[in-house]
């Protein structure tokens, strides 16, 4: 049987896509990689688009036909399977499972108990060998990465050209004001008040089609999110987005324009709330941190390309804000922005005294003491007293606290135009049983002068995980056994247990392999042999996740170049 829904190859075609270099990377790479972390630690993970494995076309074409569209009509819905716009709108409803029993079921909580922790994946074709073989009940779990490299295996297989994005400083605004709103209480606790967040990083992908509907000047790369965050039109989907459009603000055209807006353009404001009385205030409103380093894998390499400017215009620029203000007009057209618009409003209270940031002082490092300083810095030419409420949480990547793991107050005296370090010292057994497989840590600090408004300082950090290392030992060959060794070393002064190394690639092996590590004793190493079947001939992509009771997920990847 042969089945054909686009075809990027032919120039009539909505998703015909004219450069040879693109189309191959597009269409016919089956590997690839999505970034993660933050915008000052920007870290990758590999991914196994594999969408020429054994099923996965056929899986592909079941999510078409399990969905609530084809449920409803299947006659309408399969006549209109040649528009990509609607196939994609369609797959990322498909790709959660919030209103259809979709491939993979959504986890933020940090307990992953019933489930797999969304870190431990290496890519899409387990998932979706999961979700068939279990008669389609929905995969657990899935994070935004999981999502898009996902949606991204479903659409390159049906010949829609696709990539991974990644938005760093990604605005989730619920309310749909272009603004976000991120409590904290006096004491320099984050608060879960609200329901807009700012996550330290958010992954969608982008299809590559004409806007039959919009006009020519709209073609190219579209949005399409499969991560359930909002409803559109009742269903938790989201896109065709035209990235042209957003970056011009024409915010009222089809589909979810106002929300990716707003993901990556929203202004962010910090409100102090007064935990006794209940009364918030407006601490400082900041344009410019939304929508960082926008990024993808770059065409026919591993290094990163920054598309950002494809999605905005430079921040500042008269452009940017021209931008802004018609995006707002079309989202209030009867409001009026003058002189105190809410992007001017910060300046009212008189600028405080102060400025703070919090400096990294030594590594950062699982296992390790996490190691900081808090800056403080007197812009005036007066003596100045501080009061500093310190506290650090363990998060998850979209910013669900897990628990607070240190907190302090002191009392500094900064001399005129004074600059003094604080010592931030959170030591492991403060962190270890609640750092997730994210590995991040928020530090907040509230510095209050006396009759001036308060300083915020935030910052998430990091923590690397220890290496693992593949080697492969010999020449691969198509059809040759290869033999790969992992080596992977204890780095706490207790035992690991508990460990398991999940290997998988296309092209590289059949399915993926498990394998059970012994225990390792403190700084104890670790050296794992396993054999391969290489496929196909060409390089191809080796991906590894290590698993133990201290360790949710330690990835590695290793590019194999393999003979004929």
């Keep these: 049987m042969f089945i054909l829904l686009f075809n990027p190859w032919i120039q009539a075609d909505d998703v015909f896509m004219s450069n040879h270099a693109e189309r191959q990377e597009y269409v016919e790479e089956d590997s690839g990689i999505i970034y993660v972390g933050s915008t000052n630690r920007i870290g990758m993970v590999g991914w196994n688009f594999g969408q020429y494995e054994e099923d996965i076309l056929s899986i592909s074409l079941s999510i078409l036909d399990k969905s609530l569209n084809f449920r409803r009509d299947p006659a309408t819905d399969v006549a209109r399977r040649n528009d990509p716009k609607y196939v994609g709108r369609v797959l990322s409803a498909m790709v959660n499972s919030n209103d259809d029993n979709g491939v993979l079921a959504g986890n933020w909580s940090g307990s992953y108990t019933g489930g797999r922790d969304p870190r431990n994946w290496n890519g899409s074709v387990e998932i979706l060998k999961e979700w068939k073989k279990s008669g389609f009940r929905p995969?657990?779990?899935g994070q935004c990465w999981v999502f898009?490299?996902?949606?991204?295996?479903?659409?390159r297989a049906l010949g829609i050209p696709s990539r991974v994005i990644t938005n760093f400083n990604s605005a989730h605004d619920t309310d749909r004001n272009l603004s976000v709103d991120v409590y904290y209480d006096a004491m320099g606790n984050p608060l879960d008040k609200g329901s807009d967040s700012v996550w330290n990083f958010h992954v969608w992908n982008e299809g590559w089609f004409v806007r039959t509907d919009l006009g020519p000047s709209y073609n190219g790369w579209q949005v399409l999110d499969a991560t359930p965050q909002e409803r559109s039109q009742g269903v938790f989907q989201c896109g065709p987005a035209s990235v042209i459009a957003v970056r011009e603000g024409d915010v009222d055209l089809n589909y979810d324009m106002i929300f990716i807006f707003g993901e990556v353009n929203a202004d962010r404001s910090t409100w102090i709330l007064d935990?006794?009385?209940?009364?918030?205030k407006q601490n400082t409103l900041d344009t410019v941190s939304i929508g960082k380093y926008i990024s993808t894998k770059a065409v026919g390499s591993n290094s990163r390309m920054d598309v950002t400017d494809k999605y905005k215009y430079p921040e500042g620029s008269n452009e940017e804000r021209r931008v802004h203000q018609k995006a707002l007009s079309k989202l209030k057209p009867n409001a009026s922005f003058g002189a105190t618009s809410a992007r001017d409003l910060a300046s009212e209270e008189g600028k405080p005294s102060i400025s703070g940031k919090f400096k990294v002082t030594g590594v950062l490092a699982?296992?390790?003491?996490?190691?900081l300083a808090l800056l403080l810095k007197n812009l005036s030419r007066d003596r100045k007293t501080v009061t500093v409420n310190m506290t650090a949480w363990t998060i998850v990547y979209?910013?669900?606290l897990v628990h607070e793991v240190w907190k302090d107050s002191a009392t500094i005296s900064l001399d005129p135009e004074e600059?003094?370090?604080?010592?931030v010292k959170i030591a492991y057994t403060q962190y270890d049983k609640y750092l997730k497989s994210d590995n991040m840590i928020r530090t907040t600090a509230v510095c209050k002068v006396p009759d001036e408004a308060e300083v915020v300082v935030e910052r998430v950090?990091?923590?690397d995980n220890p290496t693992l290392t593949l080697e492969v030992l010999e020449q691969a060959q198509v059809q040759k056994p290869v033999n790969v060794q992992m080596l992977f070393s204890n780095p706490l002064d207790e035992p690991v247990k508990d460990c398991v190394l999940m290997v998988e690639g296309s092209g590289l092996l059949r399915g993926n392999l498990k394998i059970e590590v012994p225990a390792l004793r403190p700084k104890e190493k670790s050296r794992i042999r396993f054999e391969i079947l290489p496929t196909r001939s060409g390089t191809k992509q080796l991906l590894a996740d290590f698993s133990c009771n201290k360790f949710?997920?330690?990835?590695?990847?290793?590019s194999i170049d393999v003979a004929e």
Excluded: C, D, F
Excluded at 275 to 280: I, L, M, S
Excluded at 419 to 423: A, K, R
């Design 552 to 558: 949710p997920a330690i990835k590695a990847m290793l």
């Design 366 to 371: 699982v296992g390790k003491e996490v190691s």
């Design 419 to 423: 600059e003094v370090q604080h010592p």
């Design 461 to 463: 950090v990091i923590l």
């Design 139 to 141: 995969v657990r779990y």
């Design 275 to 280: 935990v006794t009385t209940g009364n918030q």
């Design 398 to 400: 979209n910013g669900t």
């Design 148 to 155: 898009a490299g996902t949606l991204n295996t479903v659409l």
